[in-house]
């Protein structure tokens, strides 16, 4: 049976918070697309790199998403996150579901410095 929207994006957040980055890139599509200002990645193995930058810019932070606005199969979010060095403040997510997964995902923060 497949997972609805929410669902995904509840063990997405969970895995990120848990800072486990199988269990995130196994919430995308094979033909996922991650945009972010950066640039494009694709597939599983483009989540798989923008995560593992993401959780080392941010290690072992404290994520707070004070939005979620889920209109079908998209989701907009904004987010922050706390480190012992680093912090995102802006954070601004914008997700398209499809095939029990994340198929698109846009990404935009700003990291300063916490010291």
């Given at each position: 049976?497949?997972?609805?929207?929410?669902?995904?994006?509840?063990h997405h957040a969970g895995a990120l918070i848990a800072g486990d980055v199988d269990g995130i890139v196994a919430d995308y599509t094979d033909d996922a697309v991650f945009i972010t200002p950066r640039g494009v990645r694709?597939?599983?193995a483009g989540v798989r790199e923008a995560f593992t930058e993401?959780?080392?810019?941010?290690?072992?932070?404290?994520?707070?998403v004070p939005t979620q606005i889920f209109e079908?199969?998209?989701?907009?979010?904004?987010?922050?996150?706390?480190?012992a060095s680093q912090q995102a403040l802006d954070g601004v997510d914008t997700f398209v579901f499809d095939d029990d997964g994340?198929?698109?995902q846009t990404v935009r923060y700003t990291l300063e410095s916490t010291t």
């Open positions: 049976m497949a997972r609805t929207p929410q669902q995904i994006f509840e694709h597939g599983k993401l959780l080392a810019d941010l290690p072992e932070a404290k994520w707070d079908k199969n998209v989701l907009f979010i904004t987010w922050s996150a706390v480190s994340i198929r698109v």
